[in-house]
């Protein structure tokens, strides 16, 4: 098992910018969800899936979009990306019944 | 999902036992302790979770106190690569889905 996979690594965007962060898992969990973190911060919810076609907000969505059509993938799409978007993006999928979340090595961007 | 209080940062000798503290005062009695930990801007690790009773892996042992408004992670013996920042999370295991990380306790130890 690849466990939860993250592209690109690494990401620089210009204001304005959009983009899709890939976010995949190959252990036919239901729940994923995006997070990101800013520099010294704990971890922030931005969106979530609780399976294939359903998606709820999560502490942070505004600028985001998510969307699910399998159970393996869970892209975040920044609209228009803006300096204040500047963090470290971590995607996590959930194994049930015990809850314990799997997380992804991240994906650092930057806003110009 | 019950607020969730920790020291902000603690350190531990090597090969000493690292207890971490977290404060639930309002913990519902079905929700359960999470312990994750996140190694250098990592993805966070799970650690262990339990209920009511204390639970103990390989990795760590978790003591819940009686009245459950307060537990206790424990490293037996911290080596230099359970540098991390520890989180502490209270939660629902099923019918809510959203999972709320604090700042955690930055565990730093020493040589």
């Known amino acids: 098992n690849a466990g939860v996979t993250q592209t690109p690594k690494f990401q620089v965007l210009k204001t304005g910018q959009s983009m899709t962060l890939q976010c995949a898992q190959d252990m036919n969990h239901e729940y994923m969800s995006w997070y990101r973190q800013d520099p010294g911060m704990g971890l922030r919810l931005i969106h979530y899936s609780v399976g294939a076609g359903i998606t709820d907000q999560g502490e942070v969505p505004n600028g985001y979009n998510v969307s699910r059509s399998t159970t393996e993938d869970f892209p975040l799409r920044l609209l228009s990306a803006a300096p204040s978007q500047t963090s470290v993006y971590f995607c996590?999928?959930?194994?049930?019944?015990?809850?314990?979340?799997?997380f992804g090595p991240g994906t650092r961007l930057t806003v110009l | 999902d019950a607020k969730t209080t920790q020291p902000t940062s603690m350190d531990c000798a090597e090969g000493r036992a690292a207890n971490l503290p977290c404060n639930h005062s309002t913990i519902s009695g079905n929700e359960y302790v999470y312990w994750y930990r996140q190694i250098h801007s990592q993805g966070p690790q799970y650690i262990i979770h339990?209920?009511?009773n204390n639970e103990t892996n390989e990795m760590a042992s978790l003591i819940i106190t009686e009245d459950r408004k307060s537990s206790t992670l424990i490293l037996p013996h911290a080596t230099l690569r359970d540098t991390a920042v520890y989180y502490c999370i209270v939660r629902l295991t099923s019918g809510t889905y959203k999972y709320i990380f604090g700042t955690g306790t930055r565990l730093k130890v020493l040589a």
């Open positions: 996590a999928s959930r194994e049930t019944p015990t809850d314990t979340q799997y």
């Open positions: 339990g209920l009511k």
